[in-house]
T-cell receptor, first 116, second 115 residues
């Protein structure tokens, strides 16, 4: 039962343009959301996060938007750079799950390719 | 090093063999997680430790999988009688475990191939 879904397996974008990655979730208990970036042969690295009490969080070129009513979040990368080419994972956590506080559920990932 | 380290980076096992995968978390990190990542998929939760206590092992796929963290730092994931479906990348992550810190720091993973 996939509770976090990234329906676009790949995205190609031109350098300098905006990359928009989407993520949907089904579990209403999720209250914290993260984006991770992964290069080949490396572990995922944290990119940006958002709490369910907010609808937007911005960090430099990266902005995450959360629409709780739609159970949808998106990651915007502006402007896109060749070094942004990687797999991006959306992840979610339920704070109230006290036995596994911080346990993450991941989407399947979106491969982003930024072309010069 | 300051990051999470895992060893070995690659492991090839014949079906039926036992394997042990090691994780060295960031010093001082209370929480430790193991994830399994199949090809083309996102990481899937296996088990969680808070210090030496294993608080959640609901993601372990079978009783062939066993994890321990006896002194609250290094952790070992053991897979007995490996099967081909165990082939995956096994990721370890650690975090401070404080209420304001959800960020998990991942190691590079161990790629297990069962032949």
């Amino acid at each position: 039962d996939q509770q976090v879904k990234q329906n676009s397996p790949s995205l190609s974008v031109q350098e300098g343009r905006i990359s928009i990655l989407n993520c949907d979730y089904t579990n209403s208990m999720f209250d914290y959301f993260l984006w991770y970036k992964k290069y080949p042969a490396e572990g995922p690295t944290f990119l940006i996060s958002i709490s369910s009490i907010k609808d937007k969080n911005e960090d430099g070129r990266f902005t995450v938007f959360l629409n709780k009513s739609a159970k949808h979040l998106s990651l915007h990368i502006v402007p896109s750079q060749p070094g942004d080419s990687a797999v991006y994972f959306c992840a979610a956590s339920a704070e109230e799950t006290t036995d596994s506080w911080g346990k993450l559920q991941f989407g399947a990932g979106t491969q982003v390719v930024v072309t010069p | 090093g300051a990051g999470v380290s895992q060893s070995p980076r690659y492991k090839v096992a014949k079906r039926g063999q036992d394997v042990a995968l090691r994780c060295d978390p960031i010093s001082g990190h209370v929480s430790l997680f193991w994830y399994q990542q199949a090809l083309g998929q996102g990481p899937e939760f296996l088990t969680y430790f808070q210090n030496e206590a294993q608080l959640d092992k609901s993601g372990l796929p079978s009783d062939r999988f066993f994890a321990e963290r006896p002194e609250g730092s290094v952790s070992t994931l053991k897979i007995q009688r490996t099967q081909q479906e165990d082939s995956a990348v096994y990721l370890c992550a650690s975090s401070l475990g404080t209420i304001l810190d959800y960020e998990q720091y991942f190691g590079p993973g161990t790629r297990l191939t069962v032949t």
